[in-house]
C-alpha cells in the first residue's frame, strides 16, 4: 500500500491528493499542514469579499474528507518541526505543495521604513493568519501608494476603498474590519512602472474598482498614453484589450463628490522612500518611457507621490525549505516533472507540485494539471518506491518528533467557534485571528475573545 506525505493543504496540496487517490486504489495520503487550518491562500489569500472564489473550499473540503485522506495541521516540515529526512523514513513518499511564502523586494532607499509593508502582510492581516502582526496598518494614513498592478495590487486596493458595511457579512476578522471602519484614506495610488497594456490584472478584477461605492477612480490620459496600445488596443489580445477598454474610460476627471479617488498610474519607477517625522511619508518614482523592446527605461524625471501607507505588490518568492535543494534564481526546488533533483540526478521518493515547483504563476487552477505532472511522475516510481517496508501508521512517529497534530475533527471545531463568534458580533462566521485562539478552539474550546 502506497503512503504519501503531502506538504501543504492550500489548492495544489488538495489537488495532489486527490489525483493520487483517484489514480492509485489503496493509496493513502496525509496532509501535513503548518496551521491548523486548511486551504492555503484559498483562505488566507483570497480577499474576504470574493465569496465565489472563497467557495473552492467546498471542493477541496471533499478531497480533504476523503476515506484515504487524513488532514494534520499544526504540523510544521522543517526547522523546529519535522525534517524532510524523516518524512522520508515515515512515508514511500513526500510532496511538497509549500508556495511562494514570501514577496519580492523593491531594493531602493527607504524601503524598511515604517509604514512600508509588503502587501503580502497587509493580506495576511485582514485575511487573519495567525503569523500576522495587527500593526496599526492604517493608523494615521490619509494616502496609500500601492506598488504593482496586478491582481493583488488590486485586492488590497480594493480593501482600502472598502466601506465596512459591505465588509461587515464577510468573514474578516473583527479588528480588521474595526480599523478599516475607522480609516481615514480617502486617496490611493496604484503605480507601475511600465504601460496599461502589460499589465498583470485580470479585467473582473479591474472593473470591480469602478463598482465601489462613494469611490472614483482616475487615469491620467496623457500618462497612460505614453503606451501606443492605450490609444489603439485593437492590436492586443482580447484579455489585454479589454483591460485598456476599461481603463479608457477611467480617464475623465473623477467625481468631485466622490469620498475616495483611486489613482491609476503608469511609467513611474520606485526609486526611494522618503521618511516625514520618522516614518514613510511619499515615494520618489522616475518617469519612465517604453524602450522599444517591450520593457522601460528612465528618463531622468522625477515625482513625489504622498501616502503614509506603502504596499509593495511585486511578486512573490519561494523560500529554501531545510532538506531539500534550492534555485535561488527561481525561488524554486529543482525538479523534473515534479521529481526533485539533487545535484542533477533524480531524488527517489521526493516531489514538489505547485508555486515551489513552477514559480509564482498561473490560476488556482492551473495547479490542478501541475499536480497531475507531478502524482504522474510519483506513480510511474511506485513500484520501487512501496518495495521498502514502513511503519503501519506514521501517526505515533510523528508524535515522537515533538508534534501534536490537530486532526480534521479540531478543524471542524474551529469552524464551530468561529460561527459563534461571528454570531455574537451579530456577523456571520468570523475568523479566529491568532495561534492562541485556533489551537483552543481546535481543542475543543471556544477560542480566545480576540477584541482588544
Not at 523592446?293 to 501607507?309: I, M, S
Request: charged letters at 25%; aromatic letters at 6%.
Amino acid at each position: 500500500m502506497l503512503r504519501v506525505a503531502v506538504v501543504g493543504s492550500g489548492p495544489s496540496g488538495c489537488y495532489t491528493a486527490q489525483h493520487l487517490v483517484q489514480l492509485a486504489p489503496g493509496a493513502r495520503v496525509d496532509v501535513l499542514d503548518r496551521l491548523p487550518c486548511p486551504y492555503g491562500l484559498v483562505r488566507y489569500g483570497v480577499a474576504p469579499d470574493h465569496e465565489k472564489i472563497k467557495s473552492l473550499q467546498g471542493s477541496l473540503r471533499t478531497v480533504l474528507e476523503h476515506e484515504r485522506v487524513r488532514f494534520l495541521g499544526a504540523v510544521p516540515v522543517g526547522p523546529g518541526g519535522v525534517p524532510a529526512a524523516r518524512l522520508r523514513e515515515l512515508y514511500h513518499a513526500a510532496v511538497y505543495c509549500v508556495g511562494a511564502a514570501t514577496d519580492r523586494h523593491l531594493d531602493v532607499p527607504g524601503e524598511d521604513l515604517p509604514g512600508s509593508w509588503s502587501a503580502t502582510a497587509f493580506v495576511s492581516w485582514y485575511s487573519a493568519h495567525p503569523d500576522a502582526a495587527d500593526t496599526g496598518f492604517l493608523r494615521e494614513v490619509r494616502s496609500a501608494v500601492v506598488v504593482g498592478v496586478g491582481n493583488v495590487a488590486v485586492d488590497v486596493t480594493r480593501m482600502l476603498a472598502r466601506g465596512s458595511g459591505e465588509l461587515r457579512p464577510t468573514d474578516m476578522p473583527h479588528t480588521a474590519l474595526t480599523a478599516l471602519e475607522a480609516s481615514e484614506v480617502t486617496e490611493i495610488h496604484m503605480v507601475g512602472r511600465r504601460g496599461p497594456s502589460q499589465a498583470r490584472f485580470t479585467t473582473k478584477e479591474l472593473r470591480e474598482l469602478g463598482t465601489l461605492p462613494d469611490t472614483a477612480v482616475h487615469v491620467e490620459a496623457a500618462e497612460a498614453a505614453l503606451d501606443p496600445a492605450f490609444t489603439d488596443p485593437s492590436g492586443l489580445p482580447p484579455p489585454l484589450r479589454r483591460n485598456v477598454e476599461v481603463l479608457r474610460g477611467w480617464t475623465e476627471p473623477p467625481r468631485p463628490e466622490a469620498r475616495r479617488l483611486i489613482r491609476l498610474r503608469f511609467f513611474l519607477r520606485p526609486v526611494e522612500l522618503l521618511a516625514v517625522d520618522g516614518r514613510v511619508g511619499a515615494v520618489r518614482f522616475e518617469r519612465t518611457a517604453p524602450d522599444g523592446e517591450g520593457g522601460v527605461t528612465g528618463t531622468g524625471r522625477f515625482e513625489d507621490v504622498e501616502g503614509q501607507l506603502v504596499l509593495r505588490s511585486v511578486g512573490y518568492r519561494g523560500v529554501p525549505l531545510e532538506g531539500l535543494p534550492f534555485d535561488a534564481a527561481t525561488g524554486t526546488v529543482p525538479h523534473l516533472a515534479g521529481r526533485v533533483l539533487r545535484g542533477g540526478a533524480v531524488a527517489p521518493g521526493e516531489y514538489v507540485a505547485g508555486w515551489i515547483k513552477r514559480g509564482p504563476t498561473g490560476v488556482i487552477g492551473t495547479n490542478r494539471s501541475c499536480a497531475k505532472e507531478t502524482v504522474t511522475s510519483l506513480l510511474q516510481d511506485a513500484p520501487s518506491l512501496t518495495a521498502r517496508a514502513l511503519p503501519d501508521d506514521p501517526l505515533p512517529a510523528l508524535r515522537a518528533e515533538g508534534v501534536d497534530p490537530v486532526p480534521w475533527q479540531g478543524w471542524e471545531s474551529i469552524e464551530r467557534a468561529e460561527s459563534r463568534w461571528g454570531a455574537s458580533l451579530g456577523r456571520g462566521l468570523v475568523k479566529l485571528p491568532d495561534w492562541e485562539s485556533l489551537l483552543t478552539a481546535a481543542r475543543g474550546g471556544d477560542g480566545v475573545d480576540p477584541r482588544p
